[in-house]
């Protein structure tokens, strides 16, 4: 039988509490540390806590060292880690602060032969997952359009996405970076490597410091398109709009499905009501 | 009593029937010809028939001129019309064929002192007009979005826009020219003039001349928006893809209206489902 594999994870801020879960409910997989400059957040986790990555990676050399940091500290600590010789890196996003740093952690990776992979959920939410297994069985045709309406609803006036993640109301830059990310992602999970890319951002909520609205326009061969409409000021039909945070229109030849704000998608044939 | 004012309608096509039937409805206006280069259509109409334009003003010096031919006609007519001193000059949509001609026919008209009508009609559905009252109410407070998908599903393979209009697959320029100026218009309408806009235009049907497909960005001053995002392939959910050619979602920061295919408008609350 094998051994599982061991996990340390590196940091334990708001987010981090899902990665802790789902780690330990990986059968081949077995957390043993967290770290964070915070102690007791460390401690919080139940696991070996560290208060220093070195003294960690040193003392455990564990097989998957899981990044859940913010950006700024990503390429230093996946240098670190990749150092130490282990089975994987998995680094949150957004992945580096610039696409320098990006390229610098990846060569990094590559020359060590180490996995170093970006940590990104979106393109596994059923919804996406359904809408990409009805367009590979051709339920709506040759897919010309993708939409995707972001759309919140919580930053509006200075409360600004008070109840989970304040600290986006001083992010530089906001929409695309902290956010639209997940649809970029998704986006070449449902449509492939764009060839071409237009945006246009603003940010409406004069509080902040980045941009909170914008559209994102992708080019694809054959005239397909997909556009990102992104605004955290307007909100969407859904009980809870963290759901799906926002509405999504696949449209084909043959066809098309929509996303709703409660996680169901809804086909429909072309000409049908 | 005032006399009613005479018309003479320029044009006896596929589109001029809803001129001649409004002209006859409204009590002011006394139509009294038609002038079509087929004096059969112009006959048809039942008033006094011309199959040529000048014989027709020498005779009948009419008090209103209706231009409902095609662009490259329009402004030779356009400069015929005001030489006979009407009391105003209407013009069908697209306007002229260029910029140039546009301004040359703006300047006669001043030089005469007679109005020059573009005659563009979406602004009066009564969609558009309960949209504008609703905002105007304060329905969803400041108005952030605008949104019009054109689908109305009619242009797909060698038979598109066969059954009304098939002229339209060898128009040169057709998604902007012909159909999405009613929309240009309609924002106007609804949101004022725009400070910038941003253009993508594509053909998606391989047997047309012109673009059929595109998105047309609009910017407002404050970071406000409308997006045109058109491709007459797809379709909209509606018994009749022809009554509002798409869907429009109008977006504020205290609410949304969605307009549906049937032209229902529905007004949403910021918060409610």
């Known amino acids: ?15 981090s509490r899902f990665h802790y879960d789902a780690w330990a409910r990986i059968a081949g ?3 043993v540390a967290s770290v964070d400059r915070d102690i007791a957040r460390a401690r ?19 097989d998957i060292i899981d990044i859940i940091t913010p950006p700024v ?49 979106f393109r596994f939410q059923p919804w996406y997952r359904a809408i990409r297994a009805e367009i590979e069985a051709g339920a709506i045709g040759e ?14 006036g200075p409360d600004a996405y008070l109840d989970r993640q304040p600290y986006f109301r001083q992010m530089p830059r906001f929409l695309v970076h902290e956010t639209a990310v997940h649809w970029i992602d ?10 071409a890319v237009f945006a246009d951002l603003r940010k409406m909520n004069p509080v902040i ?7 994102i326009l992708f080019r694809y061969p054959g005239g397909r398109r997909a556009m990102f409409d992104g605004n955290r000021l307007l909100d969407h039909a859904a009980d809870n709009t963290r759901c799906t945070m926002g509405e999504a229109l696949a449209e084909g030849n043959g066809g098309t499905m929509e996303l709703r704000g409660d996680g169901s998608v809804h086909l429909r044939a072309f000409g049908a009501l």
């Open 143 to 156: 897919v010309l359009q993708l939409t995707f309406r972001l759309r919140p609803g919580d930053g509006q």
């Open 186 to 195: 998704t986006f070449r999970y449902l449509m492939g490597p764009p060839e």
């Open 44 to 62: 919080a986790t139940g696991l070996a806590a560290y208060g220093d990555l070195d003294a960690m990676l040193a003392e455990l050399r564990p």
């Open 209 to 215: 410091a980045g941009e909170d609205a914008g559209y």
């Open 73 to 121: 500290t990503h390429l230093g600590y996946i240098r670190k880690a990749l150092a130490t010789g282990p089975r994987a890196v998995i680094c949150q996003k957004p992945f580096c602060r610039n696409l320098e740093e990006a390229r610098e952690a990846a060569r990094l990776a590559e020359a060590a032969g180490i996995p170093l992979i970006v940590h990104e959920n």
């Open 1 to 15: 039988m094998t051994e599982p594999l061991t996990v340390a994870c590196v940091g334990a801020g708001y987010f």
């Open 29 to 31: 997989a077995r957390p």
